[in-house]
């Protein structure tokens, strides 16, 4: 297993949403993205993301203003 990194810091809604939806796109079952986002509301978005998409939220953290999101591709 794989993880690919995303980096979209700076960005606001729905920008990391949808650089996000079409990274997951390319990666094989079971790999990992992780996204890197500092729109406070990504936090939401993305455990939404997951819950709607079938995509498994493994971790979602914040270090020092950026918010690191695990995501591993299940569907």
Do not use: W
């Not at 509301?41 to 203003?65: I, N, P, Y």
């Amino acid at each position: 297993m794989a993880t690919t990194v995303l980096d979209t810091k700076g960005l606001n809604c729905p920008l990391p949403i949808l650089k996000a939806k079409k990274a997951i796109k390319s990666l094989p079952l079971g790999d990992t993205l992780q996204v890197l986002a500092t729109d406070p509301g990504s936090v939401k978005d993305f455990e939404a993301f997951c819950r709607t998409t079938g995509q498994q939220l493994l971790e979602s953290k914040e270090d020092g203003g950026v918010f690191i999101f695990n995501i591993k591709k299940l569907a």
